[in-house]
C-alpha cells in the first residue's frame, strides 16, 4: 500500500516510476504492475503504450502462476504453480482443454478491449462532428441575417443638424485683473 502511494507520488511530480511487467503463457501480451501481489492495480500494455487495466478472469503467466482478476485492474490473488499441479494429476485432459481455451480468451479479452476503446473513441468523434456541424449551421444563419442586414443600410442615414449645437460658456476667473503675457498665450491656445 505504502509503496503505491509513493508511486503515485512520485507519478504526480514527473520523476520515474519502475514497475514490475510480467508477460502471459502466449508471450505476446505484457502486465504491469507496482508489485504482483494480492490488492494492487495492473494493466495490460497495449502495442502503442497505452495501460489498459485488466479485464475480470484468470490468466496464467509465464513463470505458470495464474493471475486472478475480480474486479477490472485489482487483482485478488496469484496463484502458485503447486496448485496447479495436483489439479493436473486429478484430471490432466480437462486442464490441457482449460489451458488451450484460456490462452486465447485471454488474447481475446485484450482484443476486445482495445476494439472497444476504440469504438468508443470513433463515437466521440462522430459526436463531436455532429456538434461542430450544428455549430457551422448556426453560423450560416447569422451570415444571412448579417446580409439582411447590409441590404437595410442602403437607407440613406439621417443628416446631421447645423441648427443644433450647444455652445460653450467659458467662465473666466479673476476677469478684473490686469492681463498678462501669460493670457494672452493661454487664450490663443484654447482658440
Excluded at 54 to 74: A, K, M, N, T
Excluded at 126 to 149: C, F, H, P, R, Y
Amino acid at each position: 500500500m505504502k509503496t503505491s502511494v509513493i508511486n503515485q507520488i512520485k507519478t504526480l511530480l514527473g520523476m520515474e516510476v519502475k514497475l514490475e511487467t510480467m508477460k502471459l503463457m502466449d508471450g505476446i501480451t505484457i502486465f504491469e504492475a507496482d508489485a504482483f501481489e494480492m490488492d494492487n492495480e495492473v494493466f495490460i500494455i497495449t502495442e502503442d503504450e497505452q495501460k489498459i487495466p485488466v479485464p475480470i478472469g484468470e490468466y496464467e503467466l509465464e513463470d505458470g502462476r495464474i493471475l486472478v482478476v475480480e474486479v477490472e485492474g485489482i487483482i485478488l490473488e496469484i496463484k502458485e504453480v503447486a496448485t496447479e499441479e495436483e489439479v493436473v494429476e486429478e484430471a490432466p485432459a480437462v486442464e490441457e482443454e482449460v489451458e488451450a481455451q484460456a490462452t486465447p480468451s485471454a488474447k481475446k479479452t485484450i482484443e476486445s478491449v482495445v476494439k472497444e476503446t476504440f469504438f468508443a473513441e470513433i463515437e466521440k468523434l462522430t459526436q463531436e462532428n455532429i456538434e461542430l456541424k450544428a455549430q457551422l449551421e448556426k453560423l450560416s444563419k447569422v451570415d444571412e441575417v448579417t446580409n439582411e442586414v447590409t441590404e437595410l443600410s442602403d437607407i440613406t442615414p439621417i443628416s446631421f443638424n447645423p441648427e443644433n449645437t450647444n455652445e460653450v460658456e467659458h467662465f473666466q476667473y479673476a476677469s478684473k485683473r490686469p492681463r498678462s503675457i501669460m493670457d494672452s498665450i493661454i487664450e490663443k491656445i484654447n482658440k
